[in-house]
């Protein structure tokens, strides 16, 4: 039966059924705590803690969906393209943003960790909290973070910035759907573009440069702080 859960088949299944019943739980629920990732997460960490299978294992049978992410991201490059014009004359302010937004990213982790009394480990575990995955887990380890919490804090963060990000928009009365792209996108990456993509293509769009933006200057930023401070 083991061998059978080990299968490539069986954890894409189990990583696809998941999610789509925490789908169905967020829908029929409306609980923010109910997020489809937060249960397929929750249901995949037990399964494998009951069937004994290590993470390694996992991580091989998932390796499609790990391939699917670089054609998703293509994907995201063709959307930017048809919603191309939305750039032109918007090119500084959209700069001026993302680095506004990664400078505040980066010091509110360090101004909150030191007040805290947090060691300089946390701080560079957190910093890149607010870019994708794969880019937040280089930049804590050249910075000497830990990854795992780095990786763990990332999804916190995009799945936190879903939930919260659009209510926030609304509240504070931001209509422009650039603004409203960058700012998912700037807040909370890859989860936060989901999102967008659902509030309309040009969020969407706006959203995934926003990542890649935030990923770039982010990494550039984060030695020059640590130089200053």
């Known amino acids: 039966m083991k061998a059978l859960f080990e299968s490539t088949e069986f954890i894409l299944l189990l990583i696809f059924g998941t999610y789509l019943f925490g789908q169905w739980v967020f829908k029929k629920t ?26 390694l294992t ?36 959209i700069m001026l943003s993302i680095f506004v937004g990664s ?33 937040a887990i280089s930049i804590s380890s050249q910075s000497g973070g830990d ?38 996108g700037a807040s909370a990456h890859s989860v936060g573009t989901a999102k967008a993509m659902e509030m309309g293509m040009i969020e969407g769009a706006l959203s995934g440069l926003a990542i890649g933006l935030m990923g770039v200057m982010t990494a550039l930023l984060i030695p020059i702080v640590h130089q200053i401070l």
């Open 58 to 93: 996992f991580e091989h049978g998932a390796q499609f969906v790990n391939f699917m992410l670089g054609p998703s991201i293509v994907a995201l490059g063709y959307v930017l393209y048809e919603q191309i014009s939305y750039l032109k004359g918007n090119v500084t302010s």
């Open 147 to 184: 990854v795992s919490l780095t990786a763990v804090i990332v999804v916190f963060c995009g799945i936190l910035g879903s939930i919260i990000g659009p209510p926030i928009l609304k509240l504070l009365g931001i209509k422009s759907s650039v603004a409203k792209g960058l700012a998912m």
């Open 30 to 55: 409306k609980i923010a705590l109910f997020h489809p990732l937060i249960i397929s997460i929750a249901i995949i960490i037990a399964f494998l803690k009951i069937t004994d299978i290590d993470y």
């Open 103 to 135: 400078v505040v990213g980066i010091l509110s982790v360090i101004l909150l960790a030191r007040l805290t009394g947090a060691d300089e480990i946390l701080i560079y575990s957190l910093e890149p909290k607010s870019v994708t995955t794969a880019i």
